[in-house]
């Protein structure tokens, strides 16, 4: 069974304060590992699909890693707008659906 | 450019009543989900559909039943609503499940 775990839970930044968060995987074969960011009461966002270790991608202050067991999202000089809960997800290579994690929420003091 | 969209948003409803939630999307996805969202316990999938015409169960379907009525929708029904099935409930659509999800805005249901 697929399974993912994010860490920390929660993250609370003062704007400026560079931090990654932390998502370690188990997978039989991974075809993507997915981040997604959410805002209170509304659906996730997709971010980064990450296919294969040693990748990275980036989005204005998001930057994205992936190795054989875990992907790391850091997020550089972060201000109070890049509050939100980010989540990460797996697909199997075999399979149509994602496993998510629980999340880590972020939260940017200015 | 609608994207995924659910109704209704909120809901409440008395332990055994039934109700359906209703998604539709525009992007001519193939593939559509059903997940639900607790407080610590992320996003867990009850049902989806590769694709027009086909159903099958994800991690948590029990209480739960679906219907691919076209490409463009895909709805969850509660027969017998439980004080358990309290959540939130978010509706996504996929090409072919290759790429990212779009989500829908979710229902907040209360079952009392």
């Known amino acids: 069974e697929d399974q993912v775990t994010q860490s920390p839970e929660a993250l609370r930044l003062q704007e400026g304060e560079s931090s990654s968060l932390n998502c370690s995987y188990t997978?039989?074969?991974?075809?993507?590992l997915f981040w997604y960011r959410q805002d209170p009461g509304k659906g996730p966002e997709f971010l980064f699909t990450l296919y294969s270790a040693g990748e990275e991608k980036e989005k204005e202050r998001l930057k994205a890693t992936l190795t054989k067991k875990e992907s790391f999202l850091h997020i550089t000089a972060p201000k109070p707008e890049d509050s939100a809960t980010y989540l990460c997800a797996v697909q199997a290579s075999n399979d149509y659906k994602l496993s998510f994690g629980a999340g880590t929420t972020v939260t940017v003091r200015a | 450019n609608a994207g995924v969209t659910q109704t209704p948003k909120f809901q409440v409803l008395k332990t055994g009543q039934s109700m359906t939630l209703q998604c539709a999307q525009d992007?001519?996805?193939?593939?559509m989900y059903w997940y639900r969202q607790d407080p610590g316990m992320g996003l867990r999938l009850i049902y989806y559909s590769a694709s027009e015409g086909t159903t099958d169960k994800g991690e948590v379907p029990n209480g739960y039943n679906v219907s691919r009525l076209n490409k463009r929708e895909f709805s969850l029904r509660l027969e017998s609503a439980a004080p358990s099935q309290t959540s939130v409930y978010f509706c996504?659509?996929?090409?072919?499940?290759?790429?990212?999800?779009?989500f829908g805005s979710g229902t907040r249901l209360t079952v009392v």
């Open positions: 992007m001519n996805h193939n593939s």
């Open positions: 997978v039989s074969g991974l075809r993507g």
């Open positions: 996504a659509s996929s090409v072919r499940g290759e790429y990212g999800y779009t």
